[in-house]
């Protein structure tokens, strides 16, 4: 049910330092900015063929690492769900590590059911001259060569990118090991103009020092690769995304059922200093 290319979008690193947070946690050359921040999720809609009559859960996002030695994701998105008849408790556990200097990209997920592990996804993907080239591990062993492809922090500097620079809209094709492992997704990404953040906003308080200052509303959709025409997204993310890489007020739309974010408690760490 919930797809870890969700990381991807809350890999969200700024492209500068400079927006209010302590010096001694600024943010490094490259514009990620370390940190843990735990989010509270709860229902916002769903659909009578969602089957889904209530539901609520906590995600925690850890982003850390240098532009030197590749960056790291743990990933934990924990929700309690009622379908009127059963509760169930669903717990999808993520790790990643991105090399952007080498070009490579390994991950590992286990999504477990009421504390049984359902499934386990396990490998490598390198770029190459071809595309992207993937080696899993689980659930089978196998090699798969696929489009040439933005791993997720490739994708979110992009999206930075294309922020500062007052473009508002673009597609690229990303790989972040979701699924299966053996696929990419096709996004689109629409980034508004900055905001400030509205006076007397309570959950704004809950990201520091830095949420007096500007942000951008961000919503990004992804499409299977094999899709054609007018298909529908397989699911969307908005948030808003700060300078720093912090995210929050989030909506995850996964079409039958749609879960709100917020951001409920952030812990910036020290980054990693290039040797």
Known sequence: MFRSAFVAALTA??????????????????????HRAVYDLKLKDAT??????????????????????????????????????????TDQQTTTYEDLKNGSFRFLTRSFTDEKLDKEVRGTARED???????????????VELAASRFPTEHMLDVIEHARKGERFFEARLFDGS??????LMTTAVVGKKEMPKAGDPDADKAGSFSKEAFWPVSIAYYN???????????RMSFKLYENGITRDLT??????VLSG??????????????
């Open 129 to 143: 001259k071809e595309g992207v080239s993937v080696d899993l591990t689980a659930p089978d062993a196998k090699q």
């Open 13 to 34: 690193g700024a492209c500068f330092a400079g927006s209010g947070v302590p010096s001694a946690f600024a943010t490094p050359a490259t514009g990620l900015a370390p």
């Open 252 to 257: 995850m739309d996964y079409g039958e059922f």
């Open 48 to 89: 009578e063929r969602s089957g889904i009559a209530g539901m609520y859960g906590r995600m925690v996002y850890e982003f850390n690492g240098s532009p030197c030695d590749g960056y790291t994701v743990s990933f934990r998105f924990v929700t309690q769900v009622n379908t009127g008849e059963e509760t169930r408790l």
């Open 179 to 184: 699924d299966a492992g053996d696929k990419t």
């Open 225 to 235: 690769d094999t899709s054609e025409g007018d298909a529908l997204p397989v699911y």
């Open 262 to 275: 917020k951001l409920a408690k952030l812990e910036m760490f020290k980054p990693q200093e290039c040797k």
